[in-house]
């Protein structure tokens, strides 16, 4: 499984951004995608996940500010980014998952938010 995310750079506080992250490889059995991040000297924590049937998890610091969706038919996840802060700073990582497998990691997109 390859993922290729896209979509980071800056954003202003208050403002939005949209990750895009393609799958491609052996997704058929893949069970779990979504994103996570790491700030400066910090470590990787989830942002937030989506299963095949659509159920969504988040962290408590983005919760009603993210969301995140996925398209089947086209392999792709995109996590939706409102209400940036500053600190949403990070590097964002796309992620998946399916049994038996060690999990999946895309290249990371930085992410930057001004005050």
């Known amino acids: 499984v390859q993922l290729q995310a896209s979509g980071g750079g800056l954003a202003q506080a208050g403002g939005s951004l949209r990750l895009s992250c393609a799958a491609s490889g052996s997704i058929s059995s893949i069970a779990v995608m979504g994103w996570y991040r790491q700030a400066p000297g910090k470590q990787r924590d989830v942002v937030g996940t989506?299963?095949?049937?659509?159920?969504?998890n988040f962290a408590d610091s983005v919760k009603g500010r993210f969301t995140i969706s996925r398209d089947s038919a086209k392999n792709m996840v995109y996590l939706q980014m409102n209400s940036l802060k500053p600190e949403d700073t990070a590097v964002y990582y796309c992620?998946?998952?399916?049994?038996?497998?060690?999990?999946?990691w895309g290249q990371g997109t930085q992410v930057t938010v001004s005050s």
């Open positions: 992620y998946a998952w399916r049994a038996g497998y060690n999990p999946y």
């Open positions: 989506i299963t095949g049937n659509g159920i969504t």
